[in-house]
């Protein structure tokens, strides 16, 4: 048995895929699979004052990038020569996509939030709208709870109701406004 000697080993890790949903959890992975692979400083240098990386670190850190993204992302950085710039115009990306979609989770809140049932509108046209506006901004990753869907609705059946003239039939839904 031999003593002293280091022993290597060779290390085959999956890359991780990038989705829409993911980038966060992405980049933690990835940035410990290409560490495992000694080709992270294909993207981060050690010394931020390097300009020049080793080719061959490069490109190995580049495949790996590709390795973990989806095609259409793949196209999009057809014109990027080295892993550093790819890295760069995902996170510009994606980072992008995500404030475009927080701006428009937000939209679709103050639009939820100052929906009212109209006076020619019925039950059912008012639901579906709000249950619509709701599906979208679940669509988007947010989370709404049934409660407060609910809770809306009966404001709104309630806003509804008093503005019903007053009358013997309807005295008690007024009297609760």
């Not at 989705?19 to 560490?35: D, F, G, L, R, S």
């Not at 080719?55 to 790996?64: F, G, P, S, V």
Request: contains cysteine; negative net charge.
């Amino acid at each position: 048995m031999e003593t002293g000697k280091a022993k290597e080993s060779t290390i085959s890790l999956s890359y991780p895929m990038l989705t829409c949903a993911n980038y966060i959890v992405w980049v933690m992975k990835m940035k410990v699979y290409m560490q495992a692979h000694e080709v992270w400083e294909g993207v981060s240098p050690k010394d931020p004052k390097t300009t020049e990386v080793d080719d061959k670190i490069d490109k190995i850190a580049l495949a790996a990038i590709y390795q973990g993204i989806p095609e259409d992302v793949l196209l999009s950085l057809a014109d990027k020569g080295t892993a550093k710039e790819a890295w760069e115009a995902i996170k510009v990306l994606r980072q992008g996509a995500e404030t475009v979609k927080t701006a428009k989770v937000q939209t679709l809140k103050e639009e939820f939030e100052s929906m009212t049932m109209k006076d020619n509108e019925t039950f059912d046209d008012f639901s579906m709208k709000l249950n619509g506006l709701v599906a979208n901004i679940r669509a988007l990753g947010e989370e709404i709870a049934e409660s407060y869907v609910v809770k809306k609705i009966v404001r709104a059946l309630l806003q509804s109701f008093c503005k019903l003239p007053l009358s013997s039939n309807n005295l008690e839904i007024s009297i609760l406004c």
